[in-house]
């Protein structure tokens, strides 16, 4: 069994703050800051370039990828770190196109995240071989799966309503009309138990900032089946992914394996503070934390529910069918969710009218699900974010 309270322990969470937002940006694992600190002062000061060597940071995009493989329920040595989510879309994409040439279209839905579909959208146009991207609603997708698409590229969790596509049934039904699948586990790493190689997906990408921890700008990762790893063009063909990098060689072969995704020189201090992450999730079974999601999850939608009637849920009813976060609908939900910040209750809003909710055992207990429902009710029922103050914009919402 994981012991919640000892994972809790683990983490700075500031003091009267109850964080419903990391699903977003995880809070700071406790040890990250000397594990930086180490890097900077031991590794990066002392060793400097002898680092890349003997501090292995050249090898940490595949073992760091190694420890998350674990996580996702993907084989060792098919998961690479580094870039952002947003260009780890663009090479799988990439690579996944390369292997259909002769068909046409990218199936997505119209709840994906944004940058997933701009991708896209770019690609299409610097290839230039008539592809069309097809974002039906997100019910819909199964019955658009047929001979004429080459890519199926779902996001598995909807980030605005919590909303969970069935990656094993999609998967099969694609792969039974030659689809080649991706799947974005932004909202799915580190909150919901995960078998990529169970559910025979193709490729897979996610970030690290989001349920895992990593930190502001941490990496993403990405799994390419090892079905396809030797075969997998790396659109974004970097030195770091070449065979041998250290010949500079001006003609590039692939490396062997998922490591060909690399592109460039991975971000080293942010590899340390992802890496004190996983120490906390090397204490975890993900079973238990997707049991104690749907435990707070269920919690917090009741007794919202119980005590404001304003706020429609917009996520689905059915636990099965979500992910970590529980999400509302408010004509005023930016102004709602300043005024729940301004009282220590920190979620976070989507427009054009969702509250969200991230629900995190790690760190999340009973009691600050039902202090945050409480002030939710408070917030709502007595009009407290009908306040000016709460309706200045931020850049990030
Ligand atoms: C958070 C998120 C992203 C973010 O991409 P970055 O390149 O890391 O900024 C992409 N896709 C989805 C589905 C997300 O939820």
Same mark, same amino acid.
């Given at each position: 069994?994981?012991?919640?309270?000892?994972?809790?322990?683990?983490?700075?969470?500031?003091?009267?703050?109850?964080?419903?937002?990391?699903?977003?940006?995880?809070?700071?694992?406790?040890?990250?800051?000397?594990?930086?600190?180490?890097?900077?002062?031991?590794?990066?000061?002392?060793?400097?370039?002898?680092?890349?060597?003997?501090?292995?940071?050249?090898?940490?995009?595949?073992?760091?990828?190694?420890?998350?493989?674990?996580?996702?329920?993907?084989?060792?040595?098919?998961?690479?770190?580094?870039?952002?989510?947003?260009?780890?879309?663009?090479?799988?994409?990439?690579?996944?196109?390369?292997?259909?040439?002769?068909?046409?279209?990218?199936?997505?839905?119209?709840?994906?995240?944004?940058?997933?579909?701009?991708?896209?959208?770019?690609?299409?146009?610097?290839?230039?071989?008539?592809?069309?991207?097809?974002?039906?609603?997100?019910?819909?997708?199964?019955?658009?799966?047929?001979?004429?698409?080459?890519?199926?590229?779902?996001?598995?969790?909807?980030?605005?309503?919590?909303?969970?596509?069935?990656?094993?049934?999609?998967?099969?039904?694609?792969?039974?009309?030659?689809?080649?699948?991706?799947?974005?586990?932004?909202?799915?790493?580190?909150?919901?138990?995960?078998?990529?190689?169970?559910?025979?997906?193709?490729?897979?990408?996610?970030?690290?900032?989001?349920?895992?921890?990593?930190?502001?700008?941490?990496?993403?990762?990405?799994?390419?089946?090892?079905?396809?790893?030797?075969? &997998?063009? %790396?659109?974004?063909?970097?030195?770091? #992914?070449?065979?041998?990098? *250290?010949? /500079?060689?001006?003609? @590039?072969? $692939?490396?062997?394996?998922?490591?060909?995704?690399?592109?460039?020189?991975?971000?080293?201090?942010?590899?340390?503070?992802?890496?004190?992450?996983?120490?906390?999730?090397?204490?975890?079974?993900?079973?238990?934390?997707?049991?104690?999601?749907?435990?707070?999850?269920?919690?917090?939608?009741?007794?919202?529910?119980?005590?404001?009637?304003?706020?429609?849920? &917009?996520? %689905?009813?059915?636990?099965?069918?979500? #992910?970590?976060?529980?999400? *509302?609908? /408010?004509?005023?939900? @930016?102004? $709602?969710?300043?005024?729940?910040?301004?009282?220590?209750?920190?979620?976070?809003?989507?427009?054009?009218?969702?509250?969200?909710?991230?629900?995190?055992?790690?760190?999340?207990?009973?009691?600050?699900?039902?202090?945050?429902?409480?002030?939710?009710?408070?917030?709502?029922?007595?009009?407290?974010?009908?306040?000016?103050?709460?309706?200045?914009?931020?850049?990030?919402?």
């Amino acid at each position: 069994m994981t012991n919640f309270a000892q994972t809790k322990e683990q983490f700075h969470l500031p003091k009267d703050i109850i964080y419903l937002d990391g699903n977003s940006l995880g809070p700071l694992p406790l040890a990250a800051c000397s594990r930086v600190q180490d890097t900077m002062q031991n590794e990066w000061g002392e060793l400097l370039i002898r680092g890349w060597n003997e501090a292995s940071w050249f090898s940490q995009p595949i073992s760091v990828g190694d420890r998350l493989a674990r996580l996702i329920g993907a084989e060792t040595g098919s998961v690479v770190v580094g870039d952002t989510l947003s260009i780890k879309i663009f090479q799988a994409l990439g690579a996944a196109l390369a292997m259909k040439p002769d068909r046409h279209v990218i199936l997505s839905d119209r709840g994906n995240f944004p940058t997933d579909l701009y991708m896209a959208e770019g690609l299409i146009q610097s290839l230039d071989r008539g592809l069309q991207l097809h974002t039906p609603a997100p019910e819909a997708v199964e019955a658009s799966i047929d001979e004429s698409v080459a890519v199926l590229m779902l996001t598995e969790v909807d980030y605005r309503t919590g909303r969970r596509h069935d990656m094993k049934k999609l998967t099969a039904k694609a792969h039974a009309h030659g689809v080649i699948t991706i799947w974005d586990l932004a909202h799915s790493a580190g909150a919901l138990p995960l078998a990529l190689s169970e559910a025979k997906a193709d490729f897979a990408c996610g970030c690290t900032y989001k349920y895992i921890n990593g930190g502001p700008g941490a990496p993403a990762f990405m799994y390419v089946a090892p079905r396809h790893a030797d075969n &997998a063009e %790396p659109i974004l063909a970097g030195w770091q #992914g070449h065979a041998e990098p *250290f010949d /500079f060689d001006l003609n @590039y072969t $692939a490396h062997a394996g998922a490591a060909r995704m690399r592109v460039g020189t991975p971000p080293v201090l942010q590899m340390a503070s992802l890496e004190a992450a996983l120490d906390i999730w090397e204490q975890v079974d993900m079973h238990d934390v997707r049991e104690q999601s749907i435990v707070l999850s269920e919690r917090f939608i009741k007794s919202v529910e119980r005590q404001c009637n304003q706020l429609k849920l &917009a996520s %689905p009813r059915d636990p099965m069918q979500r #992910g970590s976060q529980v999400s *509302f609908h /408010f004509e005023h939900g @930016y102004q $709602a969710i300043q005024a729940l910040i301004s009282r220590g209750v920190i979620g976070d809003f989507r427009a054009p009218d969702i509250m969200r909710f991230g629900l995190t055992p790690l760190y999340i207990t009973e009691a600050d699900v039902d202090a945050a429902a409480d002030h939710i009710a408070t917030v709502i029922n007595e009009r407290l974010w009908d306040n000016p103050e709460f309706m200045r914009k931020g850049t990030v919402t």
